[in-house]
């Protein structure tokens, strides 16, 4: 199996096979269960899917996304001098991120989770360009499968100093990164 078997990641709807997905995480789980199209179709986030091409109603991974203000005081000193003196930004929260128990990594050879969140990236960068949005922030959820904070740090994202579950990953960044990878101009 090779990315050329998966389907492109997609918006989710009612014809995906959402009650199959596990990923050991019941909190991450019971969402793509039970919630994440209704939450989708009452705009509160959008939830995007990662599908096989041959089943493409089987979900392999997904992550969602919504806004979210942020106080400015949680946020490093050395970023804080950079900004304007506001009490809170608008930023773009990554709600949730998670791949099917079946294709986690040894299990797969696949990067799946960094497939996801370069996707991710790139639909808020994207939407940031329409509507200013300084950051992708992250809730780490520590739970069964243990704590993916490795994962975030890896990938540039920056604690915020009163709340050490809670990343954050400027869009300029992103940009960067996008851009160094060929993913935008």
Not at 27 to 36: G, I, S, T, V, W
Not at 40 to 66: A, D, Q
Not at 105 to 123: F, S, Y
């Amino acid at each position: 199996m090779d990315f050329l078997d998966l389907n492109l990641i997609e918006l989710i709807t009612r014809s995906h096979d959402r009650k199959s997905f596990v990923s050991g995480v019941k909190k991450l789980d019971n969402y793509l269960h039970d919630r994440a199209v209704g939450d989708t179709e009452k705009n509160i986030s959008r939830t995007f899917v990662l599908t096989l091409r041959e089943m493409p109603e089987r979900i392999i991974g997904y992550y969602s996304l919504s806004s979210l203000l942020i106080p400015m005081d949680g946020l490093p000193e050395s970023i804080l001098v950079k900004l304007p003196n506001y009490k809170a930004i608008g930023t773009t929260l990554m709600g949730k991120l998670a791949i099917d128990e079946n294709w986690q990594r040894g299990k797969c050879e696949l990067r799946l989770g960094e497939h996801l969140l370069i996707d991710a990236m790139r639909t808020a960068w994207l939407a940031s360009q329409k509507v200013a949005s300084y950051a992708l922030v992250v809730d780490v959820l520590t739970g069964e499968k243990g704590d993916p904070t490795d994962f975030y740090t890896k990938n540039n994202f920056i604690p915020f100093r009163d709340n050490p579950a809670r990343f954050f990953l400027p869009m300029k960044t992103i940009e960067q990164t996008l851009r160094r990878n060929g993913i935008i101009g």
